[in-house]
């Protein structure tokens, strides 16, 4: 029994360390979670997370089976044992004492045997004394009578030793077959049914034993099941579309190569069949800008050949000449747009596959404050999750004056429970904190409608520019019109006013934004909240920005009047052919 409880206990502890272990090994792999910035959940990653918690739950069940183990069978094993040292003790000295008491009883006999022995020897040496005087004639009388007196004195004293012998012998028989019939064998009995007792005790705690790893299983299984689970749950679309949204730039693509025409030289006669200089010097930087500026930097697979051109002077990046000698500035929409994107945003250079494994790390340069060293879409990111913690903190500070407003009241209307002056300093800080989080989420708001409006207003023109089947941006006519000819002729002054007005819509955020469609309110909308619009039932709207899946449409009145309008409230029809699309251009 203590060969098996020391095997218990080394079970046990081989359990608690395999616990442990395990518990160590979910410690060493669970992510560090960062308030600022948290990794992607990717599917994967989820996965790995929740068997992450199944192992933690099976290191648990682990623990449980120690702790039963050391509860029903190690425990009970020790006070077992205990008990059977302490009954076996009690039964061997009840033994112990049965043999004393027979060797009590045979030292009796034997001594009531040698006394009889002794007597008897005695009483013959007194039987031949006397015969031998009764035999001799010279013997007086008196000496015949004194050995006959001495004759009948032992041979009384023999008689009385043997009764006493007799009676010990029958005594120490009797005890003797008591001893080896009855006593010793009801000891015996008494160890083999303890014995017996403690090898049930032992089949109980094998049976113990296996009870304890059996109980949990059921609970293993379901952590095991949970792995698979989860493994199924990984989804490779989804992890796809998040590293997509996650690294998601919001830069456009470069546009195509213009035609550069060398003939300029031999052809001076501008035709409609020819390609003017000032639109090949333009289009000339316009390539040159897009590829170094903007695919060299978003090119994930290391260095992008770069196009063979001639290097870019400060005149030919703002000046073109045309055939009479004159000069007048050009101002193409893609180098402008690139080129002060690069200098306002400064974009990072993606190397290879390795930053997207480290999440965000990829970004170089100090964090500014309002992320403008982020690309437009990540910008936007960052921003709506700054607004989000302001607005909760903006929320638990609210929580807080509420409670110090009410706690003053309190002490106003009950003095002996505290002085209303002290919670003053803590209700100023509060409004202080209150202030100053209502200001940064507004400087905050402020950015991020600069961003918004920026990616909007790209993406309108790009969408109006595949409407016209526009192959390369900034071909627009005297007379405003659009041409499918690619070498169609575009004369310089109206070109310089169509860039000139690109360059004004890129960096001035206060033009309205083209209308895309109109809407008809179908209920009514009080819109007391801040940047909504208010609207009557039946009202006709112009929409300036689709709904972006959070259930709010951005319109605008005739009036100019803008804000937002629940999607559910209002009847959108979107003109893909809209006034606004086109001329905003």
């Known amino acids: 029994m203590e060969k098996y409880a020391k095997f218990v206990k080394e079970r046990i502890e081989i359990e608690q360390n395999y616990a442990k272990q395990l518990r160590n090994l979910v410690k060493k792999y669970c992510p560090k979670r960062s308030s600022k910035d948290e990794e992607p959940r990717f599917t994967s990653c989820i996965a790995f997370f929740n068997i992450l918690n199944e192992l933690n739950d099976y290191a648990g069940q682990r623990e449980v089976v120690a702790e039963e183990m050391g509860h029903r069978v190690y425990g009970e094993l020790m006070r077992y044992s205990h008990d059977l040292k302490t009954e076996?003790?009690?039964?061997?000295?009840?033994?112990?004492?049965?043999?004393?008491?027979?060797?009590?009883?045979?030292?009796?006999?034997?001594?009531?045997?040698k006394k009889f022995e002794r007597e008897c020897r005695e009483a013959e040496k007194a039987q031949q004394s006397y015969e031998r005087?009764?035999?001799?004639?010279?013997?007086?009388?008196?000496?015949?009578?004194?050995?006959?007196?001495?004759?009948?004195?032992?041979?009384?004293m023999a008689d009385e030793n043997k009764n006493e012998y007799a009676a010990q012998l029958q005594n120490f028989n009797g005890e003797q077959h008591k001893h080896y019939y009855i006593v010793i064998p009801q000891i015996y009995k008494q160890l083999?049914?303890?014995?017996?007792?403690?090898?049930?005790?032992?089949?109980?705690?094998?049976?113990?034993?296996?009870?304890?790893?059996?109980?949990?299983?059921?609970?293993?299984?379901?952590?095991?099941?949970?792995?698979?689970?989860?493994?199924?749950?990984?989804?490779?679309?989804?992890?796809?579309q998040l590293v997509i949204d996650c690294f998601k730039s919001g830069f456009e693509p470069p546009g195509d190569f213009p035609f550069e025409d060398y003939s300029q030289n031999i052809y001076r006669t501008i035709s409609d069949g020819t390609i003017s200089t000032p639109k090949q010097e333009g289009m000339r930087i316009d390539s040159k800008t897009t590829v170094g500026k903007s695919k060299g930097k978003l090119?994930?697979?290391?260095?992008?050949?770069?196009?063979?051109?001639?290097?870019?002077?400060?005149?030919?990046?703002?000046?073109?000449?045309?055939?009479?000698?004159?000069?007048?500035?050009?101002?193409?929409?893609?180098?402008?747009?690139?080129?002060?994107?690069?200098?306002?945003?400064?974009?990072?250079?993606?190397?290879?596959?390795?930053?997207?494994?480290?999440?965000?790390?990829?970004?170089?340069?100090p964090a500014l404050e309002d992320f403008s060293h982020l690309p437009p879409e990540q910008r936007r990111k960052k921003l709506q999750q700054r607004i989000d913690e302001l607005n909760r903190e903006l929320q638990k500070e609210t929580d807080q004056k509420d409670a110090l407003i009410k706690m003053k009241d309190v002490y106003?209307?009950?003095?002996?429970?505290?002085?209303?002056?002290?919670?003053q300093p803590k209700l100023a800080e509060t409004m202080s904190n209150m202030d100053r989080l209502r200001m940064e989420i507004h400087k905050n708001e402020a950015w991020l409608s600069?961003?918004?409006?920026?990616?909007?207003?790209?993406?309108?023109?790009?969408?109006?520019?595949?409407?016209?089947?526009?192959?390369?941006?900034?071909?627009?006519?005297?007379?405003?019109?659009?041409?499918?000819?690619?070498?169609?002729?575009?004369?310089?002054?109206?070109?310089?006013?169509?860039?000139?007005?690109?360059?004004?819509?890129?960096?001035?955020?206060?033009?309205?934004?083209?209308?895309?469609?109109?809407?008809?309110?179908?209920?009514?909308?009080?819109?007391?909240n801040e940047g909504t619009l208010a609207m009557k039932e039946g009202e006709i709207l112009y929409i300036i920005e689709e709904d972006k899946g959070d259930g709010w449409t951005r319109a605008r009145r005739q009036n100019g009047e803008e804000g937002y309008v629940p999607t559910s409230y209002i009847d959108v029809t979107l003109e893909k052919n809209s006034k606004g699309a086109v001329t905003y251009i």
């Open 299 to 365: 090119w994930l697979f290391g260095k992008k050949p770069k196009p063979q051109s001639p290097p870019l002077t400060p005149t030919s990046l703002y000046t073109s000449s045309t055939p009479n000698g004159s000069q007048y500035p050009i101002f193409s929409i893609e180098p402008v747009h690139y080129c002060m994107s690069d200098i306002k945003t400064g974009k990072p250079r993606i190397p290879s596959f390795r930053s997207l494994k480290r999440g965000h790390s990829y970004l170089q340069g």
């Open 133 to 156: 005087l009764d035999n001799d004639t010279n013997a007086t009388k008196a000496d015949v009578e004194k050995a006959k007196q001495q004759l009948n004195l032992r041979t009384h």
């Open 450 to 528: 600069e961003v918004e409006g920026k990616v909007a207003a790209r993406s309108d023109r790009r969408h109006s520019s595949d409407i016209n089947h526009l192959v390369t941006q900034g071909r627009e006519s005297p007379e405003g019109s659009y041409t499918d000819d690619a070498n169609q002729e575009v004369r310089g002054p109206p070109q310089q006013h169509a860039h000139t007005n690109e360059f004004d819509d890129e960096f001035e955020d206060d033009d309205p934004l083209p209308a895309i469609g109109h809407c008809k309110a179908i209920y009514p909308f009080d819109g007391h």
């Open 88 to 113: 076996r003790k009690m039964h061997l000295q009840e033994g112990r004492k049965a043999q004393q008491y027979l060797d009590m009883c045979w030292k009796q006999m034997d001594n009531s045997k």
């Open 192 to 240: 083999q049914e303890m014995d017996e007792r403690r090898t049930i005790k032992l089949s109980e705690c094998y049976r113990g034993f296996a009870d304890s790893e059996r109980k949990v299983i059921p609970i293993i299984s379901k952590c095991l099941e949970g792995m698979i689970l989860a493994a199924k749950s990984v989804d490779e679309h989804r992890d796809s």
């Open 412 to 423: 106003e209307k009950n003095p002996q429970m505290g002085d209303p002056s002290s919670l």
